[in-house]
């Protein structure tokens, strides 16, 4: 059986060994799902996990390749997204500690027991709406856009399914961090952790990495800038780190 389709590509994710297939006129995973996987934490060996809207599969691939711990489930709604993505678990050998399957996060209710998982994590589309939509596959609409669930939605099912004191990490557009806040608040998760994400120094934050705790106290830390460039277009320091890969040497 081949697993890696004549339209697809094998990218190695510099951990552990591991692969993962993708199909570049559907979606292909960017930088911001490698900074969420950095970014949610994963302690325990027996931490239950779970990605909504994972496409792919790549953050909870990547999250067990850094980590070697957790057990994951992945959902998404486009359903050859999750044969691609089980393709990927199979070809790493990882179908006992990760499933993907083909759910609609709305029928969270339906899938999944209340107060069960440790840890959320989504990398959830981030254009409210239709907003700048534009003629494109309907992967990456599906991906950019809100228009199968909304960040409400995501953050509902998160609500229902952690336990108290579980987590949910999410990356996201600076716009959109009042809606999250006030989202998870209505759901009783409180935001106790962000870090804002910024192209070069001195430049606004593209980005930004929020943690909620469901039941927790009131008090949010804000941490140090992540800066991805340098001013000379190279990466910093601490994105080589991200990724795994060794910096290049001065000439």
Known sequence: MTLVNSNERLDDLDRNGYKIIQNPEVFCFGIDAVLLSHFAKVTKKDQKVLDIGTGTGIIPILMHAVYQKGKYTGIDIQEEMVEMANRSLQLNEITEDIQIKHVDVKDYRNHFEGHSLDLVTCNPPYMKGTNGLKNEHPSKTIARHEVMCTLEDIIEAAGYVLKVKGKLCMIHRPQRLADIICAMRQNKIEPKRLRMVYPKP?????????????????EMRVEKPLIVYNEDGTHTDEIYEIYGREKPKAQ
């Open 202 to 218: 001195g430049q606004a934050p593209t980005m930004i990495l929020i943690e909620g705790v469901k039941g927790g106290n009131s």
